[in-house]
């Protein structure tokens, strides 16, 4: 099972991350129709760096779930 962290931001291309259940997964992620490949991080974790994905909106902060 992957989940993915809350985020309340205002940046338009944030760091995404969560948790995974296999430490040898591999993990993509796609937001508005983008997909990038994420790093599992081997200890429950995974992470997408800051401005892998291109703009994904332009409005006030919005909040991920």
Known sequence: MITVTPL???DAT???GGTVDDSTAA???TVD???AAATNN???TWS???DILTT???MPPTTLQ
């Open 42 to 44: 081997g200890d429950g």
């Open 14 to 16: 944030p760091a995404l």
């Open 33 to 35: 129709g983008q997909t």
């Open 8 to 10: 309340d931001t205002n």
């Open 48 to 50: 997408l760096a800051d």
């Open 27 to 29: 993990i993509s992620v």
């Open 56 to 58: 994904l909106w332009e």
